[in-house]
């Protein structure tokens, strides 16, 4: 395996930010990281590229111990942060050769290199400028191009696209497809069509925990332990009124239109049409949720995880 994380945890003074987590990542694959902002997610990125230590347990990349071999591990992972820490009086070309030099490529191979990479990620037209003057799309460029420029075997990715617009977010995910082949990469990110469009699996962290560890695919054609109804109203309901009726375990609002949960194998359809009747309101949709990855990861992420 290329990424073996073995009952790892991570403690700051009394609080757990991971708690005694395993799962394992081969070459090839693309992998969605996911969990609420807390959960642990960046926590094991950073001990995964020997940027801190864990408190208990192991992680293996390519069977060196993090903790034991931090060097040779770095020389064999690419690492985007979430905060993309870019020297911005720096011109792009000028940038990408002084990484070069920390791995020690130097001379005619870090030209060489430096090029590929501005070819590969699209900076040709901004090679020549600071950084500074960049986009941040083109300053997520210039991060995977550092994160790339060693040729690394294992790629982990801290929320590759946050705060792109829609284009942007299109390009550098093409980019990760293109240069993930033959790679293993991690991919953390809350945007969940970016997890359907580029992975091969997920894992959910919540409270520190694995809540999940499985193939999109399977994932999404489990079933359901719960129905959804997203209903909206052209009139005021309140949410103690809907909660109220048999079967409704939750109730969420957002202005006249809600999501109902109710358990499984109970339609509350009737209830709502009579309590419309009643009300005298107009009902102006109402569809089944079906199984997202959205929903998926907010049924996931929203139960308490035990000691």
């Known amino acids: 395996m290329s990424l073996q994380v073995t009952r790892l945890s991570k403690a700051y003074g009394s609080q757990w930010a991971v708690k005694d987590i395993s799962f394992s990542i081969g070459k ?6 996911l969990g609420p902002n ?11 590229t020997s940027y801190i230590p864990p408190t208990n347990g192991s992680i293996l990349v390519n069977g060196l111990d993090v903790t034991k071999f931090p060097m040779e591990v770095k ?11 870019l020297y911005v009086e720096m011109y792009v070309h000028e940038y990408l050769r002084f990484v070069c030099r920390i791995y020690g490529i130097t001379g005619a191979a870090s030209k060489a290199r430096v090029s590929e990479m501005i070819e590969l990620c699209g900076l040709v037209k901004e090679q ?20 790339l420029i060693h040729n690394p075997e294992v790629l982990i990715l801290d929320e590759p ?10 390009e550098i995910r093409k980019l990760i497809k293109q240069i993930s ?5 991690i991919l953390s990110t ?56 048999e079967g409704v375990t939750s109730v969420t609002a957002n202005g ?3 999501r109902i949960v109710s358990s499984a194998g109970i339609d509350v359809r009737a209830e709502l049409f009579k309590l419309s009747a009643a009300k005298g309101l107009s009902l102006i949709s109402l569809k089944q949720e079906g199984n997202t990855l959205e929903s998926i990861f907010r049924t996931l992420t929203t139960e308490t995880v035990h000691d």
């Open 75 to 85: 020389k064999i992972i690419g690492y985007l942060p979430e905060h993309n820490p």
């Open 38 to 48: 807390g959960a642990g997610k960046s926590t094991t990125m950073k001990i995964a």
């Open 161 to 170: 696209t946050s705060g792109l617009d829609p284009n942007q977010i299109l």
């Open 181 to 185: 082949v033959n790679k293993t990469v």
């Open 28 to 33: 090839g694959e693309i992998v969605g990281f």
């Open 190 to 245: 809350h945007i969940m069509q970016e997890v359907q469009a580029l992975c091969d699996r997920v894992i959910v962290i919540n409270l520190g925990e694995i809540v999940a560890n499985d193939t999109l695919e399977n994932l999404l054609s489990k079933k359901q332990d719960q129905n959804v109804l997203v209903v909206e109203w052209e009139g005021e309901v309140s949410n103690d009124e809907l909660a109220a009726i």
């Open 256 to 258: 006249n239109t809600f």
């Open 128 to 147: 020549n400028k600071r950084i500074e003057s960049l986009s941040k799309g083109y300053r997520q460029r210039v991060g995977l191009a550092q994160a």
